[in-house]
Each structure stands twice: as structure tokens, then as C-alpha cells.
């Protein structure tokens, strides 16, 4: 996306535009983000973010950025599903929300089956090297890290850094998800600012601050945060990682893929037989928006098998498929399901020239208006 500004912002300032967005009454709610409380201890577990609802301005006093960026939201939930599920898409009012590219991506497509209205919208989003997933799970097995003593994280070239109270780093041996090594498009689709911790060390106490929109542009004024213009030699290095972090992607995307295909049919079909029909990716998927899901009654009348089950699902959202990964992440038995969305999708703008999740005039190829402009 083209930027109007770039600044660099303290990290610490970063909520100052959330309240600035609900006083001026810019939005009226905000899909904001929180550090769980585990209930047996009731101390907070910076590694496990969940999604929450800000109406109020005092209500923010805070804002886990670095561990948004760094671990995204736990298990099934995203920003694109929240804004779907829990306030109805903004169909009817003001919402702000913090998304990742690939949230972009699924608003773009739920804008374009009318589930969500992108003019009741103000999205901060992220560049995005990917996010590193269960990280809670995987540290309390790390007998040399104290989780306690963690104060900040960031996604580097080795996968999780950790910032310790100390001032010490360490590089803990954690990648990101499987889905987001193949993943090309790291930038925001749609935004009105974006927020970008690419080229900045772990010892930064600041943030790239991306104006993209005029409405995003009235906000950082309103909100008199101190900013400093990003210096020229900075934007280089900024656009020269992204560059850098899509080529990995591109690289590793096609020989996943080339591997994949290599798989006949029947063996594709036979990795399927691994789906226990738990719904966890149905759950998970931002352009799955069925609200009375005929497999999930399909799957308790004990009407459908396991094969048909996921043949169905993918039929169902293939060519909605904005390549999240949520589906992937979330499922129990590994099933390597973004291998088949992606080795579609790469079919689908092979074919039809279609990118889901990529511009609202794409016009889905499975649409009446679609198929009634084809030449049969
Ligand atoms: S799929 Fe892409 S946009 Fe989404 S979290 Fe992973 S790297 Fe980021
Ligand atoms: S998450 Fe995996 S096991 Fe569960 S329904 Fe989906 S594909 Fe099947
Ligand atoms: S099918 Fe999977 S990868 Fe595609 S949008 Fe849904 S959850 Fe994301």
C-alpha cells in the first residue's frame, strides 16, 4: 500500500491512538487485544493474546503490541473472525481493529458477500514476518527461560527472540507457523495505519508508524503523539527486508508445492482420513461464515465420513481461501491443510486470475456475475 507518512512512535504511545479513535468517536468499539490470566495462578501469560472488546477509552491502559505482533491471537481466533462473530461484521457500526495482512485479506473477501462493511472500518495493521504459534506450551518446557522474566519479543531472521528483564536476548529456537513460511503477502491489503517492527532491533523501544489513509492521517493528529519522521535510509531498509522476507517466502512456497504435487490423488485423499471432524478449522477460518454450519449437523447426525466432511469444507471456502493458516495451525491430527488451500489457489489465479482476499473489484469466478460473463 502506498503510505502518506512514516513515523517512528514509542511502543508505550501506541494505545494513545486507540483512545484517541473512541473519544473522538471515530469507531465506538475497538477489537483490541489482552494478555491472558491463567486461572490456577492468576498471573499473566504474555505468550497466549486473546481478542477484547474496548468501548471506553479508559478501558485501555495498556496494549501488548510486541506480543500481538509476535504470537497473534491463541488457538481459533483472529481479528477478521472476531469482527465476523462478535460484532457482526460492522454491518452497523464503528469499529476499529489491530489485523495482520492476512485479516486484511478475509475482511476483503466477507466485504464482497456483504458479511462485513469496510466503510464502517478503521484498521491498524501489520507487516508481517509471521507468527510464532503455542509458544506458552513450548517455553514451560524450556528449562534454561523464565517466562516470568520475559519483558519483549520479536520475530527475527531465526525465528523468536525474547527480551529478558535483565536486558539480556535470546534467540529460543521457535519458527513461525508452518503456513506463515509460505506466505508472500505480508503487507496489509486495506488499512487506514500499519505498524511495522521489521527493521528494528529487540532493544528499540520504538515502532514504524505507517499512515496509508487520510482518515488514519486525522487520527495520528488528533491524537498528538510524539512522532519522528522515519529517515529515507530507514524506508530503504524497510522495503529491502520485506523484499528479502517475501523472496524466503516465494522460495519455500514453491517447493512445498512442488512436493505436494508430486503426491498422487488417492494419497492426498488418503491424508485425510486423519480428520477427526472436530471442527476446529471451521471454527478458526475467517471466510467460513455459515451461521448454522451443515456439516457441523452432518458431523453430530453421524451423516457424513470423515473424507466427504473435509472435501466439503474445502469446497465450500476454496476460492475464499485468503491463505491465514488458522485452519492449519489449529488442527489436532497435523492434517497439512494449507498445502491443499494454497496448491488450489494457486490453480485459481492460474486459471481464473483470481487472488482471493486481494481487491474488492475481483469478482469471485464461482459468482452468478461471474459465470454469466463467462463465454461457455
Ligand atoms: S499468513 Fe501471512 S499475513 Fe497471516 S500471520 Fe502468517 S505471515 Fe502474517
Ligand atoms: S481441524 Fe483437522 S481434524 Fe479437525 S475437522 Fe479440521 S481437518 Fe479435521
Ligand atoms: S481455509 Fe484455512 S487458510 Fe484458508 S482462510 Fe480458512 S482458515 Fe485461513
Not at 517466562?147 to 525474547?162: A, F, N, Q, R, W
Not at 503487507?187 to 515502532?207: C, F, K
Not at 524466503?248 to 505436494?260: C, T, V
Request: glycine residues 6%; charged residues 35%; aromatic residues 6%.
Amino acid at each position: 500500500m502506498d503510505t502518506i507518512d512514516e513515523y517512528l512512535i514509542k511502543i508505550e504511545d501506541f494505545p494513545k491512538l486507540l483512545t484517541t479513535l473512541l473519544k473522538e468517536k471515530v469507531v465506538s468499539k475497538i477489537i483490541g487485544a489482552k494478555v491472558r490470566v491463567d486461572k490456577k495462578t492468576q498471573k499473566e501469560d504474555r505468550f497466549t493474546i486473546s481478542p477484547e472488546l474496548y468501548e471506553k477509552p479508559e478501558d485501555i491502559s495498556g496494549f501488548p503490541l510486541t506480543n500481538l505482533i509476535a504470537y497473534g491471537y491463541a488457538r481459533t481466533d483472529s481479528a477478521a473472525k472476531f469482527l465476523h462473530k462478535s460484532v457482526n461484521g460492522a454491518l452497523k457500526e464503528k469499529v476499529g481493529l489491530i489485523a495482520r495482512p492476512c485479516d486484511t485479506r478475509g475482511i476483503i473477501e466477507l466485504v464482497k458477500i456483504r458479511q462485513v462493511n469496510l466503510d464502517n472500518l478503521f484498521i491498524i495493521a501489520f507487516e508481517d514476518r509471521g507468527m510464532v504459534i503455542n509458544v506458552s506450551r513450548q517455553i514451560k518446557k524450556m528449562n534454561d527461560i523464565d517466562p516470568t522474566k520475559v519483558v519483549k519479543e520479536k520475530i527475527g531472521d531465526k525465528g523468536l527472540i525474547l527480551k529478558f528483564e535483565d536486558g539480556s536476548t535470546k534467540e529460543v529456537g521457535l519458527d513461525i507457523a508452518e503456513n506463515c513460511t509460505r506466505c508472500v503477502r505480508k503487507v496489509p491489503v486495506v488499512a487506514d495505519l500499519g505498524i511495522s517492527d521489521l527493521i528494528l532491533p529487540i532493544d528499540s523501544d520504538e515502532i514504524i508508524l505507517k499512515v496509508y489513509s487520510t482518515k488514519g492521517e486525522e487520527l495520528v493528529e488528533k491524537s498528538k503523539i510524539n512522532k519522528k519522521p522515519l529517515p529515507d535510509d530507514m524506508k530503504t531498509k524497510d522495503a529491502e527486508k520485506l523484499k528479502e522476507i517475501r523472496e524466503i517466502a516465494l522460495a519455500k512456497r514453491a517447493k512445498d508445492l512442488e512436493e505436494w504435487d508430486k503426491l498422487s490423488q488417492e494419497e492426498k485423499m488418503i491424508k485425510l482420513q486423519a480428520c477427526t471432524m472436530c471442527g476446529m478449522c471451521i471454527r478458526g477460518c475467517p471466510v467460513c461464515y455459515c451461521v448454522d454450519c451443515i456439516l457441523t449437523k452432518k458431523r453430530k447426525a453421524k451423516t457424513i465420513n470423515k473424507e466427504t466432511y473435509q472435501l466439503t469444507r474445502i469446497a465450500h471456502v476454496a476460492d475464499r481461501c485468503v491463505e491465514c493458516g488458522n485452519c492449519d495451525n489449529n488442527c489436532p491430527t497435523h492434517l497439512p491443510l494449507s498445502l491443499y488451500f494454497q496448491s488450489l489457489n494457486d490453480s485459481f489465479k492460474e486459471k481464473f486470475g483470481y487472488n482471493a482476499g486481494e481487491s474488492l473489484e475481483d469478482i469471485p469466478f464461482r459468482s452468478g456475475k461471474a459465470i454469466s460473463e463467462m463465454e461457455l
